[in-house]
């Protein structure tokens, strides 16, 4: 359990923070994460990584020379967001373009892709490479579904030393792309670990017992097995990930036995022990092994095994030069530090006009944020719980994380009579940035596109409830590419739109079409319990999730009842001053 802390929320930014200061040498803190703090090579490829803070060494560990150029750092177990990766990528960019890698989460995947657009869009060639080594979490012809575990160290060494050596970005990219091709993990786990704060581990693994093919993010395994010797744990993992290998798999391997947390040093030199011969038994010559905690998982107890396949090039930067607070091989030149320019200074933004018809919208819009937060911090626990069946049991922390920026956000712009489109967009903006994963990119993304839909205008109509409801759920759907059935979020969203549009298309009051709405989504929610999950970390394990709802459909309709609530209550719009919002609040809906 983690007990060193003052506020758990900001357990991940003062970990990095403490990590800078003990590392000056080698990185410098940026807005988002960190960056070499000494001098890169004009020119070169910069290779930036990163994911969810609690798998130290990874993400941070690993920048400096010969490996990464920089990391972008989220919170615990949740993606940076989009905003935070472009910041990082920018500050690291070296002339020769940016290779973006890291584990396959669906979090990560929709963050540091708006991250590769935006990079792309100013004239910043920006690749991706995401990292599938772990065999459990799909089967070998559906290679791209697999999340990445431990596999993330050879895929970023073999990048940064092919970066490092002066290859172009075409280059670099193959190398990664051929590196996750032939690397292959497996994990197991002998108890969970408990995020800061928490009283309770993700997960418990019955005495006796051992979870096999679990995920870094504290998700169980697929399955549970009686303990092994650790003979008979090696044979598992060995036999395990020699029936995967790649085809063009040649007899040198790397071999890299890592921790999650708990386990000791001398507990994995023993399995390592066990593993070598194994190997040798099968014809396969080990390269440069390592062991120790490479990804780790908070307290998480238990361990994995990687195996990456050699060919002569892999092997060369394989072999090369690192040194990395983290991670260091062979001899590099001490480099020069650099200057690290400050923050810019921001452009002050063009005054916003807003009319009185959407200042009022706007002070409405932040006072259902407020309403948002309260429910979640109401259901912070259970939310967390309930995604533990199956997940990493963070979508009520980071629910609860980006829903008080949002909330704060829209109370500051709202106070200043911004307009809803600014209360809204800047509300989505602080969501995004402050929640991470795939909830924060989801959350952020639709509140953004609400205020966009509603704009700045001089009255509102009917129509325009709609076509922010509307817009809302576009860009979920847009964004996450999920569909009904898949046991999401978008299971509650869908029947949530279509409820409230035939209600509203009906001459329904907004609080009556949001009630209806919202009665829909809640029960679609509940439905979500019958479904095998199809996407997310939960997929992985769909017989255990069988039987729950699905934690994001609960949320949504948790909020979408409380938002109903609030409107029909009318609460807040009695005073004088508001008469204009009451308007809005209760009549909106029905009024041309």
């Known amino acids: 359990m983690t007990q060193i ?50 798998h130290y060494p990874a993400f941070a560990g690993l920048v400096g020379p010969g490996l990464a150029a920089a990391s972008a750092c989220g919170n615990m177990f949740a993606s940076p967001a989009a905003g935070q990766v472009y910041r990082v990528a920018k500050a690291a960019n070296a002339g020769g373009g940016v290779l973006l890698s890291y584990g396959n989460y669906a979090g990560d995947v929709l963050h540091f892709g708006q991250a590769q657009l935006r990079l792309n869009a100013e ?61 292959r993990s497996l994990g197991v786990a002998f108890g969970g670990c408990t995020l800061p704060g928490a009283s309770e581990p993700l997960f418990n693994v019955p005495d006796g017992q051992m979870s096999l093919g679990l995920g870094i993010h504290g998700e169980p395994g697929i399955s549970e097995h009686p303990m092994p010797t650790a003979s008979e744990l090696a044979e598992l993992l060995v036999s395990r990930l ?88 062979g001899n590099l030149a001490p480099r020069t530090r650099r200057e690290m320019a400050g923050p ?18 706007g002070r409405l819009a932040a006072a259902v944020l407020a309403q948002v937060r309260d429910v979640v911090v109401e259901h912070e626990e259970e939310l967390g719980d309930l995604d533990a069946i199956a997940g990493d049991g963070d979508h009520g922390i980071g ?22 489109e600014r209360v ?59 569909e009904p059935g898949d046991k999401t979020m978008v299971d509650a969203l869908l029947p949530f739109r279509d409820a409230f549009r035939k209600a509203a298309d009906g001459g329904a009051s907004l609080g009556s079409a949001l009630a209806i709405a919202a009665a829909a989504a809640t029960e679609a929610a509940r439905q979500t319990a019958d479904l095998r999950p199809l996407k997310g970390r939960a997929r992985p394990l769909a017989e255990k999730s069988l039987g729950h709802p699905d934690p994001g459909a609960v949320s949504f309709g948790l909020i979408t009842e409380r938002i109903a609530t609030y409107i029909e209550s009318g609460a807040g719009t009695s005073d004088a001053d508001n008469s204009k919002l009451a308007a809005a609040a209760g009549n909106g809906a029905k009024n041309d």
Request: with cysteine; net charge negative; charged share 25%.
């Open 399 to 420: 629910m609860r994380r980006g829903v008080d920026a949002a909330a704060a956000a829209g109370k500051q712009n709202a106070a200043a009579g911004a307009s809803v």
């Open 123 to 183: 004239g910043i060639e920006t690749r991706t490479v995401l990292v599938t080594d772990d065999i459990a979490s799909a089967p070998l012809d559906q290679i791209e579904k697999r999340r990445g575990i431990a596999g993330d160290l050879t895929v970023f060494k073999i990048a940064g030393a092919a970066a490092e050596a002066g290859l172009n970005l075409d280059d670099v990219e193959r190398l990664a792309i051929t590196t996750n091709h032939r690397t």
């Open 242 to 329: 020699l029936a995967d290998k790649p085809d063009d798999a040649g007899d040198r391997v790397v071999a890299i036995v890592n921790g999650l947390g708990t386990v000791k040093y001398d507990e994995l030199f023993l399995l390592f022990g066990k593993v070598e011969p194994l190997l040798n038994k099968a014809g396969l010559t080990v390269v440069e092994p390592e062991c120790g905690e490479l990804v780790t998982s908070l307290d998480m107890s238990g361990l994995s095994l990687t195996l990456l396949w050699l060919d002569d090039e892999l092997e060369q930067f394989w072999a090369a030069p690192a040194d990395t607070p983290a991670y260091r091989k």
């Open 344 to 361: 810019e200074a921001a452009t002050a933004e063009e005054t916003e006009k807003a009319t009185a018809a959407s200042a009022d919208l």
């Open 424 to 482: 809204l967009t800047e509300a989505g903006e602080a969501w995004s940035e402050r929640a991470g994963g795939t909830s924060g990119a989801l959350w952020g993304s639709a509140v953004i596109a609400a205020g966009l839909a509603l704009g700045n205008r001089e009255s509102y109509q009917a129509a325009d409830a709609s076509a922010a409801v509307t817009a809302f759920t576009d860009a979920i759907t847009e964004l996450g590419k999920a």
């Open 5 to 54: 802390f003052d506020n758990p929320a900001d357990f991940a930014d003062e970990a990095l923070d403490g990590f800078v200061a003990a590392n000056r040498g080698y990185v410098a803190r940026v807005d988002g994460g960190v960056v070499r703090s000494t001098e890169m090579t004009p020119g070169h490829v910069a290779l930036v990584i990163g994911g969810g803070s609690g």
